[in-house]
Nanobody, 123 residues
């Protein structure tokens, strides 16, 4: 059974950086489109970034463009989210998700979700 496991969250000061990782197990990872989402307390989950199966195409929500970078290493079955210049409003639980078929770009429907990793940015 496929599983996604996020790691790399933590507490960081405003302006700092974190790199989140999402490791996939159980099936062929290289064909998936992958995404990162986040959910802040009291708010709905929101899309952050996506990457296609090859890593050649990426897509970001406007609020993180220029600060966050999504990447993947298919040999390691892992997708990353490098987060720089972090702001208190980036505080949230961050989730990775997999679109098995890459049916659309950017992906609109995801088939599998991880359990999330907490990111807290202090001011």
């Amino acid at each position: 059974q496929v599983q996604l496991l996020e790691s790399g969250g933590g507490l960081v000061q405003e302006g700092g950086s974190l790199r989140l990782s999402c490791a996939a197990s159980g099936r062929t990872f290289s064909g998936y489109c992958m995404g990162w989402f986040r959910q802040a307390p009291g708010k709905e989950r929101e899309f952050v970034a996506a990457i296609n199966w090859s890593g050649r195409a990426t897509y970001y929500v406007d609020g993180v463009k220029g600060r966050f970078t999504i990447s993947r290493d298919n040999a390691k079955n892992t997708v990353y989210l490098q987060m720089n210049s972090l702001k208190p409003e980036d505080t949230a639980v961050y989730y990775c998700a997999a679109d098995y078929s890459c049916r659309s770009w950017p992906p609109e429907v995801y088939d599998l979700w991880g359990q999330g990793t907490q990111v807290t940015v202090s001011s």
